[in-house]
């Protein structure tokens, strides 16, 4: 068997609903994750429950003050569920109860997502969601009309996303599905929703980069190629500024676009339909959710357009040096061709004058020569002979002084 098989099929069993019946108040929180303080919540949670351990790393599930509390780590969160059966002579709102205010009370800027959902059982006519204290709410029938949701979405004094589910036909089974599908949209709505900010302060670094980009590019079309090099510098700086800036929020955006994705296929599993007049539950979230989501999109969008806007802007600037950069060794080549091409005319010089003088030295030793002889008896004169001899000495010389040179080049 591979050594991962186990584990990897027991996924599919490793976030169970919490199964229960009758009416309760369900808490559910998601804690985002500090690095240092959720696994001490955790072990708070068994010493309360007085559990040894934990039934597995990234899961369990406990019973504080008897009744069953599940919890879950995810990438970047905690989220905690406790189930509370409710009483039929408790308030409909209840502040949070112990031992778990406690574990919380010192975490509670940890907390994203906060949502209490009160599960009453059908009665005969209608409930009426005024009597909850909800004001202008939203609701759906959900699970093919086997129950019905409300909620305003307004955040009580105590910090909680309130919702009314009114049993009408689920079992424990379904109605525990159906709470992890409500407590989920409200988590991952609310996880998505963390893009917002990023997007709303990257927008205005983005602004600011395009501007830039704007004036390097006024600038390529005004300036000739001996500039391209200083603007060249100016992109490469603005890239770097950008590059830093894709690299800090791209993961943020990612998460928003994969929670967003969770949220509307919790919404399509909800099986709603129209309660009356009133507007659906998934349809508030939609209008008011998908703003935020596309927002983060846009902006993601926008830095990619920005990036290939430096990029290729990059490349013409990066030509435009290059012409520069050749017409510059097209000076050079040419300064040293001309200074060769004087070399050669100054070494020519050289040869020739170097042949004359010595021309004229061996003439002169030629002379020398033939007055010698005259002097020691040579029926012809010495100046007769320097006649004749001069010239064919001259072309002699000029030949050998021509192959030397042709001897030379090869």
């Not at 093919?144 to 009114?166: E, I, P």
């Not at 600038?219 to 510098?233: H, I, R, T």
């Not at 994705?261 to 998908?290: A, C, D, P, T, Y």
Request: net charge neutral.
């Amino acid at each position: 068997m591979h050594p991962l098989r186990e584990s990897l099929h027991d996924e599919l069993h490793a976030r169970p609903s919490i199964y229960f019946e009758g009416p309760a108040h369900v808490y559910h929180f998601a804690l985002l994750d500090d690095g240092k303080s959720l696994d001490g919540i955790i072990q708070q949670l068994g010493e309360q429950a007085h559990s040894q351990g934990h039934d597995a790393p990234r899961h369990g599930l406990l019973r504080l003050a008897g009744h069953p509390c599940k919890w879950e780590r995810h990438s970047e969160f905690l989220s905690l569920t406790w189930v509370v059966p409710r009483s039929s002579d408790s308030s409909h709102w209840l502040d949070l109860p112990q031992p778990l205010r406690g574990v919380l009370d010192a975490n509670r800027a940890l907390i994203i997502n906060a949502l209490v959902i009160l599960v009453e059982e059908a009665q005969d006519g209608m409930l009426d969601p005024g009597d909850y204290g909800f004001k202008d709410p939203a609701g759906s029938h959900i699970g093919g009309g086997d129950a019905t949701v409300w909620s305003d979405f307004r955040l009580s004094a105590l910090g909680f996303n309130r919702m009314l589910l009114v049993n009408r036909g689920l079992n424990a089974y379904r109605l525990g599905r159906m709470i992890r599908r409500l407590v989920e949209i409200e988590t991952y709505r609310m996880l998505a929703s963390l893009g917002l900010p990023t997007a709303q302060e990257l927008s205005a670094t983005l602004q600011e980069l395009d501007r830039g980009l704007i004036g390097i590019a006024e600038g390529n079309a005004s300036v000739g190629n001996s500039e391209a090099k200083v603007l060249l510098d100016s992109l490469t700086e603005l890239s770097a500024r950008l590059m830093r800036c894709s690299a800090a929020c791209r993961p943020r955006f990612s998460a928003t676009e994969a929670y967003a994705q969770i949220v509307f296929e919790r919404i399509g599993e909800l099986r709603e339909s129209h309660v009356g007049g009133n507007q659906r539950l998934g349809v508030f979230i939609e209008r008011r959710f998908k703003p935020s989501v596309r927002y983060c999109a846009a902006t993601e969008k926008r830095l990619d357009r920005l990036a290939a806007g430096i990029a290729n802007l990059g490349e013409l600037l990066q030509a435009k040096a290059q012409v520069e950069v050749e017409e510059q060794n097209s000076k050079i080549l040419e300064s040293l061709n001309a200074r060769t091409s004087t070399q050669l005319k100054i070494q020519k010089a050289v040869e020739g004058f170097s042949l004359i003088a010595i021309s004229y030295y061996l003439i002169g030793l030629l002379k020398m020569t033939l007055e010698g002889l005259t002097a020691l008896g040579s029926p012809l004169s010495s100046k007769v002979l320097f006649v004749l001899l001069a010239p064919l000495f001259m072309f002699t010389l000029y030949r050998l002084a021509r192959r030397l040179k042709q001897a030379a080049q090869h």
